[in-house]
């Protein structure tokens, strides 16, 4: 097996992409993404490492059967958090978002993943700066840093490949992998 786990939510497919990327940039030491509407919470506590994505619907809700999604996907997911034990893990976040038009709450659903996994006593790396980026709020935002790698594939598109890169030469750092 792996090291590295990566789980998704998704609701247009975008998000499940970018954990493609993900997964091929990694290489080997990285599982194929899995949607998590097709996980057990046993799947993400077999590994020490996560890495977690998620887009932000509509007014900074999570992807799920109540913000209209077609699937089940986090919102349904997150009661299984409430049993797990993630001390000594480390997890990595990315989130997709519109900026322009969701600025009071641009990647929310990152923050809400954020905040569940630290609960659960979750060591978060892979923070990301807020330098390009233009919006009100966010819940993903700790430390003058986004909690994760954020992605705005609808005004952003040409930003994506060069992001990822780098975020995941971060991480190898971070991880020491």
Known sequence: MAQIGIFFGTDTGSTRKVAKQLHKLLGDVADKPLNI????????????????????????QLP?????????SWEEFM??????DLAGKK????????????????????GEL???????????????PLDGYEFSQSA??????????????????????DRLATWVEQLKSELGL
């Open 37 to 60: 509407n097709r996980a057990e919470a046993d799947a993400l506590a077999a590994y020490d490492i996560l890495i977690l994505g998620t887009p932000t619907l509509g007014e900074g």
């Open 79 to 84: 009661p299984s958090f409430d049993d797990m």
């Open 91 to 110: 997890v990595a976040l990315f989130g997709l978002g519109d900026q322009v038009n969701y600025p009071d709450e641009f990647v929310d659903g990152l």
């Open 64 to 72: 799920g059967l109540s913000a209209e999604c077609q699937e089940e």
């Open 114 to 128: 954020y905040d569940t996994v630290v609960e659960c006593g979750a060591e978060v790396v892979g923070s990301w």
């Open 140 to 161: 993903a935002v700790v430390e003058d840093r986004f909690v994760g790698l954020v992605i705005d594939k609808d005004n952003q598109a040409s930003l994506t490949d």
